[in-house]
């Protein structure tokens, strides 16, 4: 597609179950974001990958949280045992390269119930 | 790490009014971008403007580097544009978190 692709766009899940969430970025783009935004805030940065680079993660809430992006495209975030607080909208960008433009996804809005 | 800044934090305009939003950030910057965020929540591109002046249609963006601020003019303002304006900066240096401020909230009443 055109765009950054995510899905699902929503999603329902009890505490304590696993979710994976999808993000296919825009051909060719190399560099790939994860953030959070909760109700009302601001965005935080969860993790960035760059090619064939060692991904910064330092952004990753608890260990509860990982991501993997596979043959440099798409990527997968993973939260294991779901609380209440993770509960948000979990947006995807990519850029051409590190520093060029991002260009974000519609994102997935996660429940945890 | 770098701190980002937006005011106002809510603007309130009737339609057709001009308003100008600001974004200051505390360190040097490789990248600056400007994002709507519309009521679906949705990220829309508005300006990649690290330095320089640039226009599209009704919207035009400074960014004054050395000054480290940023400012989004929005002109004639129309409903369509009410939703949250997001500033974005990307540190100098190899952080490549691309940080963002709060946000304004801008709601324009017809």
């Known amino acids: 597609g055109a765009g950054v692709s995510q899905s699902p766009s929503n999603k329902v899940t009890e505490k304590g179950k696993d979710v994976e969430l999808r993000c296919d970025p825009i051909s060719g783009h190399t560099a790939l974001y994860w953030y959070r935004q909760s109700l009302g805030q601001g965005l935080e940065f969860l993790i960035y990958?760059?090619?064939?680079?060692?991904?910064?993660k330092s952004g990753l809430p608890s260990d509860r949280f990982s991501a993997e992006r596979t043959g440099g495209s798409v990527s997968t975030l993973t939260i294991q045992r779901t609380q209440q607080e993770d509960s948000a909208v979990y947006l995807c960008?990519?850029?051409?390269?590190?520093?060029?433009?991002?260009?974000f996804g519609q994102g997935t809005r996660l429940t945890v119930v | 790490g770098i701190q980002v800044e937006q005011s106002p934090p809510d603007l309130i305009l009737q339609e057709g009014a001009n308003s100008t939003l600001r974004c200051n950030f505390s360190?040097?910057?490789?990248?600056l971008q400007w994002f709507h965020q519309n009521p679906w929540g949705q990220l829309i591109n508005l300006f990649y403007i690290p330095s320089g002046t640039k226009q599209n249609g009704r919207l035009s963006a400074t960014t004054v580097a050395t000054e480290r601020y940023s400012l989004l003019y929005i002109s004639s303002s129309q409903t369509t544009d009410s939703g949250v304006y997001f500033c974005?900066?990307?540190?100098?240096?190899?952080?490549?978190?691309?940080?963002f401020g709060k946000g304004t909230l801008l709601t324009v009443n017809p």
């Open positions: 990958f760059q090619g064939n680079s060692a991904p910064d």
């Open positions: 974005a900066v990307l540190p100098g240096g190899s952080n490549y978190k691309l940080t």
């Open positions: 360190d040097s910057v490789n990248n």
């Open positions: 960008a990519s850029s051409l390269r590190q520093g060029a433009e991002a260009f």
